[in-house]
């Protein structure tokens, strides 16, 4: 069973970069036709999808984020990670990896998920 | 940009059909995913292109996609699916969620 589970710090200062990792376990990244997903929910609030890769390190961002987000793949891992520069107090948000379905096309999903990561930006 | 429209909260009483609706312009021509997430857990799909059940998710589960509103629904509701529910869908440029459901089960 696929299993994906995030990394990285807890609590940032305004103007650091983000940067977590989810590593996959039970699957290959590698070789097969779906993308690696990076989504947040602010605490209370909604989804939001930030980006996602394939394992060939084609991206696909929402455009409220592109300027400040990059993503890259270590297939040799089995990893994918998110970078965000310039983090604010508004980027505090529950943070998800999950295994995106069917991108680029528009019937796709998200599943599974992993547990998310909270990061606090705070001075 | 496009925006999907959910109720912020439904109420329904065990053994009851929940609907949970999710509002777009000419949504039909789009494929809509559904994601339940229960408190302090990560969200789970329980429906994928409209009315497609992932293994493992109960048959009570179904969703529907017809004008421009889909709708997930919830047959015989037990205590168990009290959770915010979120469509997805996507518009072309970017992935879309909706504000998400609260789901009381009372």
């Known amino acids: 069973q696929l299993h994906l589970q995030e990394s990285g710090p807890g609590l940032m200062k305004p103007s650091e970069t983000l940067s977590l990792t989810c590593t996959v376990s039970?699957?290959?990244?590698?070789?097969?036709?779906?993308?690696w997903g990076w989504l947040r929910q602010p605490p209370g609030k909604g989804l939001e999808w930030i980006g996602s890769i394939s394992y060939t390190a084609t991206t696909y961002f929402n455009p409220s984020l592109k300027s400040r987000v990059s993503i890259s793949v270590d297939t040799s891992k089995n990893q994918f990670s998110l970078q965000l520069n310039s983090v604010i107090a508004a980027d505090t948000a529950i943070y998800y990896c999950?295994?995106?379905?069917?991108?680029?096309?528009?019937?796709?999903?998200?599943?599974?998920w992993g547990q998310g990561i909270l990061v606090t930006v705070s001075s | 940009s496009y925006d999907l429209t959910q109720p912020p909260s439904v109420s329904v009483s065990p053994g009851q059909t929940a609907s949970v609706t999710c509002s777009g312009d000419k949504l039909r021509n789009k494929y809509v995913s559904w994601y339940q997430q229960r408190p302090g857990q990560s969200p789970v799909m329980v429906i994928y292109?409209?009315?497609r059940r992932p293994s493992g998710i109960p048959e009570r589960f179904s969703g529907s996609n017809s004008g421009n509103t889909a709708t997930l629904t919830i047959s015989g509701t037990q205590a168990v699916d009290e959770a915010d529910y979120y469509c997805q869908a996507w518009d072309g440029i970017t992935v879309v969620f909706g504000g998400g459901t609260e789901l009381t089960v009372l």
């Open positions: 039970g699957g290959s990244i590698s070789g097969s036709d779906y993308y």
């Open positions: 999950a295994r995106h379905a069917q991108m680029p096309h528009e019937y796709n999903f998200f599943d599974p």
């Open positions: 292109q409209d009315k």
